[in-house]
């Protein structure tokens, strides 16, 4: 796959520049199973940048070296950059010819989203449609290949991810704000499905540099059994803050002085309780901060990572209540809600160090109402595309033969009455008479009516399958008639004021193979 929104290329091709913007997000990588995405996409963008073969003989002489010198020192980068090492020198250096650089498929119809609603939409699109698209992909698309033992191969995700953003063909604008690190929260998205998503989006934008990803925002995942800590301090965790001391990072948790006095006045003082940040870690509480700035202090213990391999995701995360011999009734929260997940206990387990608990997947956690879901209706899969595609060429087809025939044979017979009332208007727009510029308006709504059993599966029309003629007359009508154009902006997807300055060739985009081989997902 390369990017398919691309910036501008560099005038000064430079080894240094795009490795050097490699090698450190490789170091920042919070789950290290996802770094062949990261290299995967990266490759994508510097491919699309079209280079010239010395500039590629350069790169591999740099990653040459860096090899010999044992560096990066963790395994899973070293794994990483030997796979692209192998991969320039199999695909470019022997056979001295440099990678494809497609042009950009940009599609001329974008949607730009609304930045308040870009939070619900983002953990639909991680813990809704990612998981549906991936399944897709291994079991419908002939990719069975992709599985791996172990859970789902993460190169499968990036795929469906890319499918899924082409798919809607959001702006660079809206792409770009993806990137916004306030989207995210370890209640609602899984970390590192947000290290996969910014791979993705930043290839698309044809970008190889990224900042370090956000420790913060913070949740609370549980407390200790009879602990002293007040009813609302989920609350309060939301004001947590990083500290970077000598002896390695902190977070704490600001608490009222009375709140801190009333901890303190217990016979023990047990604050025992766990929090989770953005990054995956775990956090686990270690003292009270009390007199002048009063904060419970945690430290890092580990990070938290969800088991795909079985037919439940799972997540093992720490109990605080430890026993030598668990005894009568075990009392754990009905519910967990993490990573856009809710979860229930399964089960627990001890070692020499604590006391551990598996939870097992629930349902996905809802982010939004019922009705604000209706209006998120977006991300249909490519079947619907698939579909509106057919439709628009029979259509194309109907009118080139003067003829109904083409529609009437339609695999998708929902479609059928459909694709008559298209026809229809096409016939009256493309008819100069005045009398049938008087039955446009009556064609619209004939396709409003039909096109409402439609919606919830299908969605309005797509403004991309009207013929660029029929196009051009109704967005002149437009221009002049409020109504008229309210009117067509309530039977197609797809505005027509905004498709003005767009070109009219508006090829759906599909996902292609990665660079690398499926082995190295």
């Not at 079209?50 to 980068?77: C, I, K």
């Not at 009813?231 to 009375?258: I, K, M």
């Not at 509480?285 to 009063?294: A, F, H, K, M, P």
Request: a neutral charge; glycine letters at 4%.
């Amino acid at each position: 796959m390369v990017a398919h929104l691309l910036t501008a290329r560099p005038r000064t091709p430079s080894v240094n520049t795009d490795l050097a913007a490699l090698l450190p997000r490789m170091r920042r990588r919070l789950y290290p199973e996802t770094l062949p995405v990261l290299v995967s996409y990266w490759l994508k963008t510097v491919c699309a940048r079209g280079y010239e073969l010395r500039w590629w003989r350069r790169l591999h002489g740099e990653l040459t070296q860096s090899l010999a010198e044992q560096f990066p020192h963790d395994a899973a980068s070293r794994h990483a950059l030997t796979e692209l090492h192998e991969w320039i020198q199999n695909a470019v250096i022997l056979p001295g010819q440099i990678p494809p650089s497609p042009a950009s498929r940009l599609a001329s119809i974008q949607t730009s989203l609304d930045p308040g609603r870009l939070k619900p939409y983002v953990n639909r699109l991680l813990n809704e449609w990612l998981p549906v698209e991936v399944a897709r992909l291994l079991v419908n698309d002939g990719e069975s290949a992709m599985w791996q033992e172990g859970g789902i191969p993460v190169l499968a995700i990036a795929t469906a991810l890319e499918r899924l953003l082409v798919r809607e063909r959001l702006s660079p604008e809206t792409l770009d704000t993806l990137l916004n690190p306030e989207l995210f929260s370890p209640r609602y998205v899984y970390p590192a499905d947000v290290e996969i998503l910014h791979d993705v989006v930043l290839a698309l934008l044809g970008r190889t540099s990224a900042p370090a990803p956000p420790v913060m925002p913070a949740r609370l995942l549980c407390v200790a059994p009879a602990s002293p800590l007040p009813a609302d301090y989920g609350e309060a965790v939301r004001n947590a803050f990083l500290v970077v001391r000598p002896s390695g990072e902190e977070l704490h948790v600001p608490v009222a002085p009375a709140q801190c006095r009333q901890i303190l006045e217990g016979d023990h003082v047990r604050i025992g309780s766990v929090l989770v940040t953005m990054d995956g870690r775990w956090w686990e509480s270690e003292n009270l901060l009390y007199g002048e700035n009063d904060a419970v202090v945690y430290r890092p213990m580990g990070r938290l990572r969800i088991d795909f391999s079985t037919d439940h995701a799972r997540l093992r995360v720490p109990w605080l209540e430890a026993r030598l011999r668990w005894c009568g009734e075990v009392h754990f929260p009905d519910t967990f809600e993490l990573f856009g997940r809710e979860w229930h206990a399964s089960r627990w387990e001890e070692d020499a160090d604590r006391t551990w608990l598996d939870l097992e997947f629930s349902r996905v956690l809802p982010v939004i109402s019922e009705d604000a879901q209706r209006e998120l209706r977006r991300w249909r899969p490519a079947s619907v595309d698939i579909a509106w595609a057919a439709l628009g060429n029979a259509l194309a087809s109907s009118i080139l033969q003067n003829s109904r025939d083409p529609i009437e044979q339609l695999r998708h017979a929902h479609l059928i009455p459909l694709g008559r009332a298209l026809f229809e208007l096409t016939a009256s727009v493309l008819t100069l008479s005045k009398q049938a510029r008087d039955t446009i308006e009556t064609r619209l709504k004939a396709i409003r009516y039909l096109e409402a059993p439609l919606l919830a599966a299908y969605g309005r029309v797509p403004w991309r399958i009207v013929p660029a003629r029929v196009r051009t007359a109704l967005r002149r009508r437009g221009r002049s008639d409020l109504a008229f154009e309210d009117l067509m902006n309530q039977v197609f997807e797809g505005p027509p004021e905004t498709t003005g300055a767009a070109s009219t060739n508006s090829a759906h985009s599909q996902a292609t193979s990665s660079f690398f081989p499926r082995t190295a997902a």
